[in-house]
C-alpha cells in the first residue's frame, strides 16, 4: 500500500506533467521569480520537496497562493523542470481536497468586472477547473 | 582439394583432463580434407610449432586447424609458424577447446565431444579459407593540421620536431586562436601572450612548418597516408612575401571605424589591418568589406605609403593542392550566442558582458589597456556579478543552450575574480554558481584562495533576472543557502557562456568523413582507449573540437594526437588487415545501403563499364572497398541485399560451414 | 534412437572484441555452463546475417544467441546498433510466424563480463530445453 | 470508375512526345481479357491512342521496369505512376537504381484498382468483359449471364487502406491524393492476438501454398538485385524450387527482411501471387514494427532518406 504523501505527490506529478528529477538544483527560478518575498516556500523548494515527497508543508502554506502564475521560472528554467506548474499543481491538490469551490463557465459573469485582468480569469479558469 | 592438418594441444592437463584428446584426433582425423591428426602436450612450445611446420611442408597441407586455447591467445602465434613453414598465415583456424570447453565443462564425455564439434567447424572453415595478403599503402610524409590555435600550434611543433612537415591552415589572418585573446591563465597566472606568442613564432620559424593563414580547406579526398586536399587561400590584398608587418597602411587608412573582432567589437580598427601586434605571419590584411578602394575604387592611400609596394588590391583567392598523410582536427571552440538569454540582458546593456570580452578588459593590449573600465561609460565598476553556467548543462528540449558542461568556466570565472579583487581591491564581487567544478591539478586550490583569500562572495544560487536601469544593472538572484532573493545593484555583470564546437567543424567533418556528435563535437574512435583519433583512419583530433578543454588538457592532447600522427607518417608503407570487406560487382546493384552502414567510409561508388553476357557494354554503379580503410567489421554484408559484399576471413559460405559443423 | 532427453542444440555468435573475450573470461574463471552450446567467433556482431540464424535453425538448432559489445561500445563504434535493428525486426517477425520468442535472444557481453556470458549461457539454456526441441524452423530432411 | 479519363492520359503522353521531350511512354496495354492489362512501352502516339488502356486493371507499378527501360536508351522515357507507384519510383532513386533525369512522370490520381479475385469470387469462372458504369462493374460471364458488383465490393484490399499521395511527379493529373481510412494494419494486429500455435499454423497453410514461382519477388519494386541471393550458387541460399516447408518459410522471411524499410507498401507480391498467399501481410508487420519501434516511416516518400535499418540511434529498443 502506497501511503497518502505518495499518492499526493504521484498526483501533482502526474497532474502537472513534469519530471521533478531533472531539476539540478541551480535556483534559477527562485532567482527570477517576482513573488519571492511573499512566499514561505519558495518555487526551487516546491520542486525539491514534491521530489522529497515531503508535501504536507506546501500544502498548508500560504505559498501556493502568492505564486502569481507568471511562468517566469518556467521560462528560465534551464532544464526544462516547469516549477510553476509544479506549484500548481499543489494548489489544485488542496482545492481538490477543500472539494467544493470548482469553478464553472457559469460562475464567470458574475465575478467579471472592469477590474479584473483578462489573464487572471484565464489562470482562475485553469487552476479551478480540472 | 585441401590438405588439412589438425594438431590438438594439450595444454599441459588443461585441455587433457577435460578433453580426450585422442578420442578428438581419432575422430578429426575422419573428416574430409583432412591428412593429418595429431596432439601434442604444448602446441605453442618451439618443439610444438616445428611439428606443425614439419607436417605442413611434409605433408604439403594447405591448412591447418589448431585445438588449443583461445585465439585470442595464440592466432598470431600459429599464423607466424604456417607463414614460416611457407603457408599463408590466413590459412590457420583456431578452434577454442581450452577457455570455451575444457574450462567450462567437467564431464569427460560430453567435453570430448563438444571439443571434436568445435574442431570440426574449424576444419569445415578453413576448408573454405582463401590465402590473403595484406595489402600495403604508401604513406605520404606530411601532415595537415586545420587550425592554428594553441591546439594545431602544439600539435604541429611536435610533428615537426620529429622531423616531419607539416601544414597549418588557419582561417583568420593570424595563428593564435582564442588563446592570444586570453590575458591570464589559470591556475599559475602566467600571462597567456607570455607563453603562446614563443610557440607562435617558434611555428612559423620552423623551417618543417608551413602556415597557411586566411585560408581554409576547400575539399579533401583520398584516404589515410594519402590525402589529396584542397586549400582556399583567401585574398588578403597584401602580398605577403613582401609586407614587413611595419604597420603604417594600418595607421593612415582613412577608414576607422571598424569593429574590432580581436577585441571583440569593444573598440575599432582600420579597413587594413594586422589583427594584434604579436601576430604570426605579422602581415597586414585588407577587409574588402570595407576598403574604399575595393569598394567603390577610391582611395588607395595604403598602396601609396606603403614602401614595400606589398599592396595588391588586385589579389585573388588562391586554390592550393597538397598531399598528406595524416590530417589532424583543431578547429577549436567559440562562445555561444547568447541571443536566447534575454534574462541576462546582453543584448540591451553593454555592461552585461562574456568572460571572454572580460579577458580582453583585463588585458593590457585590450580596448581600455588593461584598465577595467565597463564598455557604457568607461567608469571603473565597484560591484561584479559573474555569473555561471549561461548556456551550459541544459536540458535538450529548453533549446536555450547545450547539454554539457563547458569545463572551463569554473576557473576561468574565479580566475576573474581573483585578478578583480588583486587590482582593485575597493570592488565587490559575487560569483553566482551551481556547482563549482575544479577538478584538476590546483585547480581547487586555486579556487579555495579565490574564495578564502581574496575575500570573493561565492553564492550558491543563479541569477534569475537582469534588468539596465540608469547605468545600474539591477541582477535579481537567489541564495539557495540562505533561502533568500538577492537584489544586487551592479556595475558590470560577466556571463560564463557556454563553449561550442567552431562552426567550421560540421563541414569540416563532411569533408574529413569523420563522425560527430550531437552537439558537433568531433567522435573519437574509442572515447577511453583512443581519444585523440576519430574513428576515420588518419584523421587525428586535437583541442576543443573533439570537446570542451582547458590549456593544459589540450596541449597534452595535441602532444598525444602529434605522436599518433607521427607514429603514421614514420612508416613507409601501412600494412592493411586482409580481412576486410570485397564486391562482387557483377552483383552490386549500387545502391549505396552498404555505403551507409560503413562507420569508416570505406565504401565509394563508381561508374563501371561491363561487358554483359550477350556481348553488350553497359554503364554501372558499383561499390568498391577501399581495403586501407575497410576494419572488417561486416556492417555492410548483411546490409547488402543481393550479398555482393562479402567479408575476407568471415564469408558467409564460411559461416554457413561453421553453423553445418555445429548443428550436424 | 535415444530415450533419453535430448539436450537443446544452441548456437552462440559472439564478437571477437567484448563477447568472445567474456566467453573465454567465463573459461579463465573456471564458471560451468552446458555443453550444448557452440560459439561461432564474429568479427562484430553487426556480421550476423539474418540467414545464418535462419540456416542455424534449418540444421537443426533449438536456440540462437547473438551477443555483441554493449552499445557504445562498440569496437567498429556503430555495428552493434544496426544490430540490434536488425535483430529486433527479425525476432518480432519470427515470433509473428509463430516460432517461439524464447529460442532467440540477443545479450551483451563485455570482455569484462565473464559471469554474465555464462549465467546467460544457463539462462538461455533452461529457458530452450522448457520449449523442447525445435520443429517449426527445422528441416527434417537434415535429421536422420 | 477511375476519375480522370483515359484522354486526359493521352493527351499528357502525346504532348511530351510531340515537344519530342520523350520518345516512348511506359503505360497500360490492353490484354487479352479486359482485367489483364500488360505493360507495354509505346513508341508512337497512334499506338497510344489504340492499344493504350487506363481503368480499373491498371494495377501495375512500372517503378522497377525503369531501371532496364532507362538503360536503353539516352532519350527520355514518360511514364504513368499512380500515387502508390510514385513511392516505389523515389525509393529507386534513393538506391541510384536509375537516373531521374531519364524519366519524365506523369502523376495520376487513382480511385483504387479492382481485384479480379474478388470479382471471381462472386461473378465465378468463365468472365468475358468487364464494363464500368456509375459506380458499378457490369460483368459479362460466359456461365452466368451479367453479375453486376460493386466497385467498392471489387476494391483491391490495398486500395482499401490507401493514404497515398503522388510525391513525386513532372506533371500531375487530379489532385494526386488519396485518403481511405481504413487500418492497414488491422489484419497484421489480429494475427498478434493469436496464440503462437495459432499463428504458426495460420502461416503454415498460407506458406505452403507457395510454388515459388517468384512472381512476387520479380514484381516487388523493391526487388531489383542485380543477382538475386536466391539465383546465386555462391550464396549457399540458392535454390529454384522450395523442397519442403523450411525453404518456404526461409524464402519469404528473407525476402520480407532484404526489402523491410524499403517496401513501400505497394502490394504488387500479393496482387501477383498467383497461390493469393497474403505477402503483405508479412512487409506490413515489418513497417508496423519500424513505425512502432523507429517513429513512423514510409519508404519512399521523401528523396534522400534513409531507411531505417542502415540507421540508428543510440536509444533504441532492445531485440
Redesign the interface.
Known amino acids: 500500500m502506497k501511503d497518502k504523501n505518495e499518492l499526493i505527490k504521484e498526483q501533482i506529478l502526474y497532474q502537472s506533467g513534469v519530471n521533478v528529477r531533472?531539476c539540478?538544483?541551480?535556483?534559477?527560478?527562485?532567482?527570477?521569480?517576482p513573488g519571492?518575498?511573499e512566499m514561505e516556500y519558495?518555487p526551487?523548494?516546491f520542486v525539491y520537496l514534491v521530489e522529497t515527497g515531503d508535501i504536507e508543508p506546501l500544502l498548508k502554506s500560504e505559498s501556493l497562493y502568492k505564486c502569481l502564475s507568471c511562468f517566469?521560472?518556467v521560462?528560465?528554467?534551464?532544464?526544462?523542470?516547469e516549477p510553476a506548474k509544479i506549484i500548481e499543481a499543489v494548489r489544485l491538490t488542496v482545492i481538490r481536497q477543500q472539494g467544493k469551490n470548482k469553478l464553472t463557465p457559469d460562475d464567470i459573469p458574475a465575478v467579471i468586472d472592469d477590474d479584473i485582468p483578462q489573464q487572471a480569469l484565464v489562470s482562475a479558469y485553469r487552476k479551478f477547473t480540472r | 582439394m585441401q590438405r588439412i592438418g589438425v594438431f590438438i594441444c594439450h595444454c599441459g592437463s588443461n585441455i587433457a583432463a577435460t578433453v580426450d584428446t585422442s578420442a578428438v584426433v581419432n575422430a578429426l582425423s575422419a573428416e574430409p580434407g583432412v591428412v593429418c591428426a595429431v596432439d601434442y602436450p604444448y602446441m605453442c612450445s618451439a618443439s610444438g610449432q616445428d611439428m606443425i611446420k614439419e607436417a605442413i611442408k611434409e605433408k604439403e597441407l594447405t591448412g591447418i586447424v589448431i585445438c588449443s586455447c583461445s585465439p585470442r591467445m595464440h592466432e598470431a602465434t600459429f599464423r607466424k609458424a604456417a607463414a614460416a613453414a611457407g603457408l599463408n598465415p590466413y590459412m590457420v583456424e583456431i578452434a577454442n577447446i581450452r577457455e570455451q570447453c575444457s574450462w567450462v565443462h567437467k564431464d569427460k564425455q560430453t567435453a570430448t565431444e563438444k571439443a571434436i564439434v568445435l574442431g570440426r567447424a574449424a576444419i569445415a572453415k578453413v576448408s573454405l579459407n582463401t590465402p590473403l595478403q595484406p595489402g600495403e599503402i604508401p604513406v605520404t610524409k606530411r601532415a595537415l593540421v586545420i587550425g592554428g590555435g594553441i591546439a594545431g600550434i602544439q600539435t604541429a611543433l611536435d610533428i615537426a620536431d620529429a622531423g616531419f612537415e607539416v601544414d597549418i591552415v588557419e582561417k583568420k589572418p593570424t595563428i593564435g586562436g582564442k588563446m592570444a585573446q586570453l590575458d591570464k591563465t589559470f591556475p599559475t597566472l602566467d600571462c597567456a601572450a607570455c607563453i603562446l606568442t614563443p610557440k607562435m613564432v617558434e611555428a612559423s620559424q620552423n623551417e618543417k612548418i608551413r602556415i597557411y593563414s586566411y585560408s581554409k580547406v576547400e575539399e579533401v579526398s583520398g584516404f589515410v597516408g594519402n590525402f589529396t586536399v584542397k586549400i582556399r587561400k583567401k585574398a588578403r590584398f597584401v602580398d605577403e612575401n613582401k609586407c614587413t608587418g611595419c604597420g603604417l597602411c594600418t595607421e593612415k587608412c582613412p577608414v576607422k571605424n571598424v569593429p574590432n573582432e580581436f577585441n571583440l567589437g569593444m573598440d575599432s580598427r582600420h579597413a587594413v589591418y594586422i589583427p594584434f601586434a604579436q601576430a604570426v605571419p605579422k602581415v597586414a590584411v585588407i577587409d574588402a568589406d570595407y576598403c574604399r578602394m575595393l569598394k567603390d575604387g577610391k582611395c588607395g592611400l595604403c598602396s601609396k605609403i606603403c614602401g614595400a609596394g606589398a599592396i595588391k588590391y588586385d589579389q585573388e583567392d588562391e586554390i592550393i593542392e597538397n598531399k598528406y598523410g595524416a590530417i589532424v582536427a583543431a578547429t577549436g571552440c567559440e562562445p555561444i550566442d547568447l541571443d536566447k538569454f534575454d534574462e541576462f540582458a546582453y543584448s540591451k546593456s553593454k555592461d552585461v558582458i562574456t568572460s571572454l570580452q572580460f579577458e580582453r578588459l583585463m588585458n593590457a593590449a585590450g580596448p581600455t589597456g588593461g584598465v577595467l573600465l565597463r564598455p557604457s561609460d568607461n567608469k571603473h565598476p565597484k560591484t561584479i556579478v559573474f555569473v555561471q553556467c549561461v548556456g551550459s548543462r541544459c536540458e535538450a528540449h529548453a533549446k536555450k543552450g547545450k547539454e554539457y558542461c563547458s569545463k572551463i568556466c569554473c576557473m576561468y570565472t574565479a580566475k576573474h575574480a581573483m585578478l578583480t579583487r588583486e587590482k582593485y581591491p575597493d570592488t565587490d564581487v559575487y560569483v553566482f554558481y551551481i556547482d563549482v567544478r575544479t577538478p584538476g591539478k590546483n585547480f581547487d586550490e586555486f579556487y579555495r584562495r579565490v574564495a578564502e583569500e581574496y575575500g570573493v562572495h561565492y553564492i550558491k544560487g543563479m541569477v534569475g533576472k537582469i534588468c539596465a536601469e540608469n547605468g545600474t544593472l539591477k541582477v535579481q538572484a537567489s541564495d539557495l543557502l540562505a533561502d533568500k532573493q538577492l537584489h544586487i545593484d551592479a556595475d558590470l555583470v560577466v556571463l560564463a557562456a557556454a563553449i561550442e564546437p567552431d562552426r567550421s567543424t560540421r563541414p569540416l567533418a563532411t569533408m574529413l568523413t569523420a563522425s560527430m556528435d550531437t552537439n558537433d563535437f568531433f567522435t573519437e574512435a574509442h572515447p577511453k582507449l583512443r581519444p585523440v583519433e576519430s574513428p576515420t583512419a588518419g584523421i587525428f583530433l586535437s583541442g576543443c573540437c573533439q570537446g570542451p578543454k582547458d590549456i593544459p588538457e589540450t596541449v597534452a592532447q595535441a602532444g598525444a594526437a602529434a605522436s599518433k600522427v607521427i607514429g603514421l607518417l614514420c612508416k613507409d608503407r601501412l600494412t592493411a588487415n586482409p580481412c576486410v570487406a570485397h564486391c562482387d560487382e557483377m552483383s552490386c546493384n549500387g545502391c549505396s545501403t552498404c555505403e551507409n552502414v560503413c562507420p569508416y567510409h570505406a565504401v565509394t561508388y563508381i561508374e563501371k563499364e561491363f561487358r554483359m553476357p550477350d556481348r553488350t557494354t553497359k554503364i554501372r554503379r558499383v561499390a568498391q572497398v577501399n581495403p586501407a580503410v575497410c576494419q572488417g567489421c561486416g556492417a555492410c554484408t548483411v546490409a547488402c541485399p543481393s550479398k555482393a559484399m562479402d567479408l575476407y576471413g568471415f564469408s558467409g559460405k564460411q559461416i554457413y560451414a561453421e553453423v553445418d559443423a555445429i548443428c550436424r | 534412437m535415444q530415450i533419453e532427453e535430448k539436450k537443446p542444440l544452441i548456437a552462440a555468435f559472439c564478437c571477437n572484441w567484448c563477447s568472445y573475450a567474456g566467453a573465454d573470461l567465463a573459461g579463465n574463471n573456471r564458471l560451468n555452463y552446458p555443453d550444448n552450446v557452440k560459439i561461432i567467433r564474429v568479427p562484430c556482431s553487426c556480421r550476423v546475417d539474418p540467414t545464418f540464424i535462419l540456416r542455424a535453425f534449418q540444421r537443426g538448432a533449438d536456440g540462437v544467441l547473438i551477443c555483441g559489445c554493449h552499445p557504445g561500445d562498440c569496437h567498429y563504434t556503430t555495428g552493434n546498433y544496426y544490430t540490434r535493428r536488425r535483430m529486433t525486426l527479425l525476432f518480432s517477425m519470427l515470433e509473428y510466424l509463430g516460432i517461439e520468442k524464447e529460442r532467440t535472444r540477443v545479450e551483451w557481453v563485455s570482455a569484462a563480463e565473464g559471469a554474465k556470458f555464462a549465467q546467460t549461457v544457463n539462462e538461455f539454456t533452461a529457458a530452450v530445453s522448457a520449449l523442447g526441441e525445435n520443429r517449426r524452423l527445422e528441416d527434417l530432411r537434415c535429421k536422420e | 470508375m477511375q476519375r480522370i479519363n483515359r484522354s486526359e492520359l493521352i493527351k499528357a503522353a502525346a504532348k511530351l512526345i510531340e515537344s519530342g521531350e520523350a520518345d516512348r511512354v511506359l503505360g497500360w496495354k490492353k490484354g487479352e481479357f479486359d482485367y489483364d492489362v500488360t505493360p507495354y512501352v509505346f513508341n508512337s502516339i497512334d499506338e497510344i491512342e489504340k492499344d493504350f488502356v487506363w481503368g480499373d486493371f491498371c494495377g501495375a507499378n512500372f517503378s522497377k521496369y525503369l531501371i532496364k527501360e532507362t538503360a536503353k536508351s539516352d532519350k527520355k522515357v514518360a511514364v504513368f505512376l499512380k500515387p502508390c507507384d510514385t513511392y516505389s519510383f523515389n525509393q529507386l532513386l534513393i538506391e541510384h537504381r536509375f537516373e531521374r533525369e531519364k524519366v519524365c512522370v506523369i502523376g495520376v490520381s487513382c480511385s483504387g484498382m479492382a481485384d479480379i479475385r474478388k470479382i471471381k469470387d462472386t461473378a465465378g469462372e468463365g468472365i468475358a468483359k468487364i464494363e464500368e458504369q456509375d459506380g458499378y462493374l457490369n460483368v459479362f460471364t460466359l456461365y452466368d449471364g451479367i453479375v453486376k458488383i460493386d466497385s467498392k465490393d471489387a476494391l483491391a484490399e490495398r486500395c482499401l487502406c490507401c493514404t497515398k499521395r503522388c510525391v513525386v511527379y513532372d506533371e500531375l493529373l487530379g489532385d494526386g491524393e488519396n485518403k481511405a481510412d481504413n487500418d492497414r494494419f488491422a489484419k497484421v494486429e489480429e494475427l498478434e492476438e493469436l496464440t503462437e500455435e495459432q499463428r504458426y499454423a495460420f502461416w503454415k497453410s498460407e506458406l505452403s501454398k507457395c510454388i515459388r514461382c517468384n512472381a512476387c519477388r520479380d514484381v516487388c519494386p523493391a526487388c531489383t538485385c542485380e543477382k538475386c541471393v536466391f539465383d546465386d550458387p555462391r550464396s549457399v541460399l540458392e535454390n529454384k524450387a522450395a523442397a519442403n516447408e523450411f525453404e518456404e518459410k526461409l524464402y519469404h522471411i528473407i525476402r520480407a527482411f532484404h526489402v523491410a524499410g524499403r517496401c513501400t507498401d505497394c502490394g504488387e507480391c500479393s496482387r501477383v501471387c498467383p497461390q493469393n498467399i497474403p505477402l503483405h501481410l508479412l512487409n506490413r508487420k515489418f513497417i508496423k514494427d519500424i513505425n512502432a519501434f523507429y517513429g513512423q516511416y514510409q519508404a519512399g516518400e521523401k528523396a534522400g532518406q534513409r531507411a531505417p535499418l542502415v540507421d540508428y540511434t543510440t536509444e533504441d529498443r532492445e531485440p
Not at chain 1, 539540478?24 to 521569480?33: D, F, V, Y
Not at chain 1, 521560462?75 to 523542470?81: H, L, Q, S, Y
Open positions: 531533472k539540478m538544483r541551480c535556483g534559477k527560478c527562485s532567482g527570477t521569480c519571492y518575498d519558495h526551487h523548494q517566469a521560472c521560462d528560465r528554467c534551464p532544464r526544462g523542470v
